[in-house]
């Protein structure tokens, strides 16, 4: 079951996004519960907050918000992450959530949705999610991201 976010899901969410970070490509960047929460209910109040739940209990998270474009008055969505637990990544919880951002951002008259997929956690994770997302929900390559850690 997907649903939104509520308050005392927080917990569960920081739990699941605190994993996800020391899995992937992040894990050498510090972890600020405060920050990560502040994220949290901004998306709540103002974005895109919902969980994945199995068993009663929250497994998934979906974060993502909308801003302007910084030349334009017309307006982005990017999310923020998806962290799930281990043993429900291969369940249709993500996607059913990512429906549901696709959805919302429209209904927010987005010009675009952006997605992205952090490398790190399965080496073929960023590439397969790629062709899914072209193949499956009509979304095209947007360019590369290039970073430099000081």
Same mark, same amino acid.
């Given at each position: 079951?997907?649903?939104?976010?509520?308050?005392?899901d927080?917990?569960?969410?920081?739990? &699941? +996004?605190?994993?996800?970070?020391?899995?992937?490509?992040?894990?050498? /960047?510090?972890f $600020?519960?405060? #920050? *990560?929460?502040?994220?949290?209910?901004?998306?709540?109040?103002?974005?895109?907050?919902?969980?994945?739940?199995?068993?009663?209990k929250?497994?998934?998270?979906? &974060? +993502?918000?909308?801003?302007?474009?910084?030349?334009?008055?017309?307006? /982005?969505?990017? $999310?923020?992450? #998806? *962290?799930?637990?281990k043993?429900?990544?291969?369940?249709?919880?993500?996607f059913?959530?990512?429906?549901?951002?696709?959805?919302?951002?429209?209904?927010?008259?987005?010009?675009?949705?952006?997605?992205?997929?952090?490398?790190?956690?399965?080496?073929?994770?960023?590439?397969?999610?790629?062709k899914?997302?072209?193949?499956?929900?009509?979304?095209?390559?947007?360019?590369?991201?290039?970073?430099l850690?000081?």
């Amino acid at each position: 079951m997907i649903r939104p976010m509520q308050v005392e899901d927080i917990d569960a969410v920081l739990s &699941l +996004a605190k994993q996800m970070q020391q899995e992937g490509a992040y894990k050498d /960047i510090s972890f $600020d519960d405060q #920050v *990560f929460i502040g994220t949290v209910a901004d998306c709540m109040k103002n974005g895109f907050a919902w969980v994945g739940e199995a068993d009663g209990k929250v497994v998934s998270g979906f &974060l +993502a918000n909308i801003t302007p474009y910084i030349f334009s008055r017309e307006k /982005i969505a990017c $999310d923020y992450g #998806v *962290f799930t637990n281990k043993e429900y990544r291969k369940t249709r919880l993500a996607f059913r959530m990512l429906q549901e951002y696709i959805k919302w951002a429209k209904e927010q008259n987005a010009k675009e949705i952006m997605i992205g997929a952090s490398e790190g956690f399965e080496q073929t994770y960023a590439e397969r999610l790629g062709k899914f997302l072209q193949k499956r929900l009509g979304f095209k390559p947007a360019g590369h991201w290039y970073k430099l850690r000081n």
